[in-house]
């Protein structure tokens, strides 16, 4: 057997993270953040207890990484659109890129939610990832500006356009992705926040 | 002492079943629909374990009644816009309503949506909540539908709006509800979703 290189320990080392994370999100959505056990994860992940401690020190660091994974999604779907020259195309290619149908990311985004809404998740754990998260958020507004827009009104239509995604993708989880629409969903949110369809009589949030 | 009348006994009945099913969606909640035993219940709503089967046959009954209370809930927030007298006043009433700040609700809402979106609870007891929703979703559709509008846009407008309004109130939930600003929030639905909004060169989607 040839020596291991480098690259290939750290192609394990990842690995070895990812299945300890997955089996992180799994547990914490079924049985709660506080109701989970490091022997959970490890039963699920199938790894020893111990090999958790050699990525994490703690359940907090687990969720922490949990959180940041959601983080680090939100972003790449983010990123999909910066090749947009201006606010308008950035906003049609960030409503084209939301609303895909992502259906393995769904399931993540279910059990994501699913931890994130829980009532009682350490606060500290939470406050850095609503900071982050406000980040996002401001860096969203400033793309989607308009040229002369006040910048309260930017940031409404972001939070508008923001939730209603976000609603959108609830209801898909809930009430079954087999009733979603890609087409006819994209189709009303540029209706409704693209400038551009005003020459139609169409509809803008202003 | 007096002998308790029947209305007394029924008012018993009623407080304690409210006390059982606060316990059963706090502990759903808390330690997922499967982590919790009816032990946990018994424990939070400090009542002995066999007086939950006075009321409730099994677990499965409780996650029952926890989403028929979501269902009785929604519909009461729908029945604050029926005296509308037409599609177009009932919407903004059903706006009005449901974007106010209900912040007991909310945490309320915020237990219901943590219990209803676990990937892991019975398909049969989903299923009949999912019919109950989609008999409600069609009630909403055509109290929604305008003169001489296409029944299909008429669903689709009901499902953005729906969709849109649970967005805000899941980010309200996740990133705190100081952030929701009610009126603004208000403001931009009638003018995306209400029709006389377009003599002001403002926004409808039809």
């Known amino acids: ?3 291991r290189t480098k690259e290939q320990f750290q192609k394990m080392r990842e690995a070895g993270r990812a299945k300890i994370l997955d089996a ?6 079924r049985k709660g953040y ?6 959970d994860i490890a039963t699920t992940a199938k790894v020893a207890k111990g090999s958790i401690y050699h990525y994490y020190k703690s359940k907090e660091e687990l969720l922490e990484a949990v959180l940041d994974l959601g983080l680090q999604k939100s972003d790449e779907i983010m990123q999909q659109s ?9 906003m049609e290619k960030f409503i084209d890129s939301t609303l895909s149908k992502p259906l393995d990311d769904l399931k993540f985004w279910r059990l994501f939610t699913s931890v994130l809404i829980q009532a009682d998740i350490p606060e500290k754990v939470t406050k850095k990832f609503k900071s982050y998260m406000r ?4 860096q969203l507004a400033d793309l989607f500006a308009l040229p002369g827009e006040d910048k309260e009104k930017t940031k409404e239509r972001t939070s508008m356009i923001a939730a209603s995604i976000d609603g959108i993708w609830l209801h898909a989880i809930v009430f079954g992705v ?11 949110f ?17």
Chains 1, 2 share one sequence.
């Open 1 to 3: 057997m040839s020596p």
């Open 24 to 29: 992180a999100i799994f547990e914490f959505s």
């Open 34 to 39: 506080n109701g989970t056990k490091i022997d």
């Open 82 to 90: 910066f090749a947009a020259s201006d606010g308008e195309t950035f």
């Open 135 to 138: 980040n996002s958020f401001d």
């Open 178 to 188: 087999e009733n979603y629409n890609e087409e006819t969903t994209k189709k009303i």
């Open 190 to 206: 540029k209706k409704i926040f693209l400038k551009r369809n005003d020459s139609k009589g169409t509809a803008y949030v202003k």
